[in-house]
């Protein structure tokens, strides 16, 4: 699977992502956390968290404009045409870059340089290691104009070795950063990557704000796959130029994710499979409707432990613990049980149920073999297509799994199951009108699921149909009074308006209920979604992270957890304490689209750290710019 093109899973219990309305902002972060937010839907759909997603994490770029609050409205409008005029200058500066090699730079000299350095070629002086020696330095100043211009009108000419020799006689004659930077330039022009490095980090050290030498070593870096340090280079050039580069701007973005990307898939390639958190693990199998064993599989049969329908029948069992290990013992139970055979009319559900417990951990190969064997044993288990639809969907091919609703339909056009996953697709793809009326027509087949009648709420506030919405889930909480799921949703909608007390109690009240329920396996987003709620109320970081924590004790494994209580210690400037969260979060993630979302802000913020490091006065600047260290959790 790629991760570039990773949908998110339909088969969500609970409400997509009401993501918050940001601030009208250029921001790059907010671009880059766009492109995130696509990868984060498969954990944070499945698990009906509104809140997470939208935060906007490692946010430490900032709005062009931001600084520009005060003054008249005639000075903004001049200062933007002139920030026009000079991204421009910027932007075909860079593109004759690309064309013919980079644009080169005059060196800051006084006037009688200059005018020596416009001498004619057969003027130039020689100079060498054993005589720069001998010169004064008003002499060593006029060779070294002399030199560098000779060098530019070489360059002109594309006589690449000239002007290296000539750049590299005036840095003899004078230290000066354009010079290493120009002399960079022609290594640039042939491709000679280690060289291009070599000279522009000479620039660098002497000119530690040389924006031009930044980004030309950024380049070399990226074109010898030293990828991190690419990253660092364009940030540190972003920071220094105010964020006005969109070049700049769109390598980070660029380099954000082709280091996410790299890494991703070596962590996939070595990484266990393994079932989610429980939380995840149960919002998922939740999102169809309860029933009961198939015949034959209840407590009362005759089985074997030892036998296939034995095993098949211990999964069932463990399978409704809503537990970790229950869970693990249901995929060992679904696999013993096909491995042992003789499973009769209930071998297609056994497969159905293997392949649930593999897509589960991210073996989605495995997971649609087995889904494929299911339907082909037993077309009338709709429930195959559905799953399969999810699986499809993942693997970003949306036309397969419309045609398996198609196919399920096809089986059973009154099943609710199926309309109720068709919607899912549906709002994913932001076809909310199609959405509803899937969500509707599965309510009309059963009145009693309610995760359909969430979800219509939920589509409704996405409609902008808020006083709909609203009323949707007062009859839900009526009707479902006893059912934590409902308050918790509630909650969010009632968050995302900023009636935080209100949602506050909502989240209290799911919390009781689940502790009522659900002893031993607790959904934990209640919690976390007050936690939210706190620090965007009251700035209350102290309680947001116990509640967090408390979350992570009942479920060590939560990656939505894991990255809010990093998105709360970014938000203090524990940077170092975030990155750590944030790189669990990418060892707890299930596929290769969540692992590459969670490591775009583990490397953001690993990226803020080394500019904090190694330039501790961009830092302080960026701290005076208003953008500082801290997140951006709306």
């Known amino acids: 699977m790629s991760g570039a093109n990773a949908a998110p899973i339909p088969n969500s219990p609970g409400p997509f992502p009401v993501v918050v309305p940001a601030p009208a902002s250029n921001s790059l972060w907010e671009r880059v956390s766009g492109w995130a937010s696509e990868h984060k839907g498969v954990v944070y759909t499945v698990a009906g968290l509104t809140l997470v997603v939208s935060a906007g994490g490692v946010i430490y770029y900032l709005n062009a404009d931001s600084s520009d609050s005060a003054g008249s409205a005639a000075t903004k409008k001049r200062k933007t045409k002139r920030d026009r005029k000079k991204a421009k200058e910027r932007a075909d500066k860079d593109a004759a870059e690309k064309k013919g090699g980079p644009v080169l730079e005059e060196a800051a000299e006084p006037k009688k340089a200059s005018v020596a350095a416009a001498a004619a070629d057969d003027e130039l002086p020689e100079v060498d ?40 006689k005036a840095i003899l004659c004078k230290q000066d950063p354009v010079f290493y930077s120009n002399r960079a330039a022609c290594w640039n022009a042939m491709s000679n990557w280690d060289k291009v490095i070599e000279d522009t980090t000479a620039a660098i050290n002497l000119d530690n704000e040389y924006v031009k030498a930044l980004n030309r070593r950024a ?14 280079d364009y940030t540190a050039s972003c920071i220094i130029d105010g964020f006005r580069n969109e070049n700049s701007a769109q390598s980070v973005e660029r380099l954000l994710k082709k280091v996410a990307e790299t890494k991703g898939r070596a962590i996939l390639a070595g990484k266990e499979r393994k079932l989610p958190s429980p939380t995840f693990v149960t919002n998922y199998l939740q999102s169809f409707r309860p029933k009961d064993p198939p015949a034959g599989l209840d407590d009362d049969a005759d089985l074997d432990d030892e036998s ?12 409704n613990t809503k537990t970790g290990d229950g869970y693990t013992e249901a995929a060992a139970a679904f696999e013993r049980a096909l491995e ?10 056994a497969y159905n149920m293997r392949g649930t417990f593999s897509y589960l951990k991210g073996e989605n190969e495995d997971a ?8 082909e044993l037993d077309p009338a288990l709709a429930q195959s297509f559905i799953k399969r639809a999810s699986m499809h969907l993942e693997l970003a091919n949306p036309e397969a799994a419309e045609a398996d609703f198609e196919h399920a339909l096809e089986q059973n056009k009154d099943d609710p199951d199926i309309y109720y996953h068709r919607a899912q697709l549906h709002f994913i793809k932001a076809e909310f009108a199609e959405a509803a009326k899937d969500y509707q027509k599965s309510i009309d087949l059963d009145k009693e699921f309610i995760f359909s009648h969430i979800q219509l709420g939920v589509t409704q506030y996405k409609m902008g149909s808020i006083a709909s919405s609203m009323a949707t889930f007062r009859r839900c909480m009526k009707n479902f ?5 409902v308050y918790n949703y509630y909650g969010e909608l009632l968050l995302d308006q900023q009636k935080y007390q209100e949602a506050i109690e909502k989240f209290d009240t799911a919390v009781e209920m689940e502790k009522t329920s659900k002893p031993l ?15 965007q109320w009251k700035n209350d970081f102290a309680e947001a992270e116990k509640l967090c924590q408390k979350a992570l004790i009942i479920d060590p494994e939560c990656d939505i957890a894991v990255a809010t209580m990093a998105q709360l210690l970014l938000q203090q400037g524990k940077v170092t304490e975030a990155l750590k969260y944030f790189e669990r979060a990418a060892e707890l993630s299930r596929t290769e689209g969540e692992i590459i979302n969670a490591l775009s802000y583990a490397e953001a913020t690993r990226t803020q750290l080394e500019v904090q490091e190694k330039y501790p006065k961009l830092a302080s600047r960026l701290g005076a710019m208003g953008g500082g260290f801290g997140g951006g959790m709306r």
């Open 368 to 375: 649609l073999k087995d889904m494929d064997k299911s339907v």
């Open 219 to 232: 380049n070399a870096y990226e074109q010898v796959d030293r990828n991190s340090e690419a990253l660092l």
């Open 340 to 349: 042992l055979g003789h499973l009769g009319e209930h071998e297609a559900f």
């Open 481 to 485: 009074d006893k059912v934590p799921d």
């Open 129 to 168: 290691e054993s005589t720069v020696g001998t010169l004064s330095d008003d002499e060593r100043k006029e060779y070294a104009a002399k030199l560098k211009a000779a060098g530019n009108k070489a360059y002109g000419s594309k006589d690449y070795n000239g002007a290296i020799d000539l750049y590299g």
């Open 521 to 535: 396996g607790m959904n934990v987003l209640p919690l976390i979604n007050k936690a939210l709620a706190l620090f």
């Open 308 to 319: 296939g329908l034995g095993q098949l029948r211990k999964g069932i069992k463990a399978m």
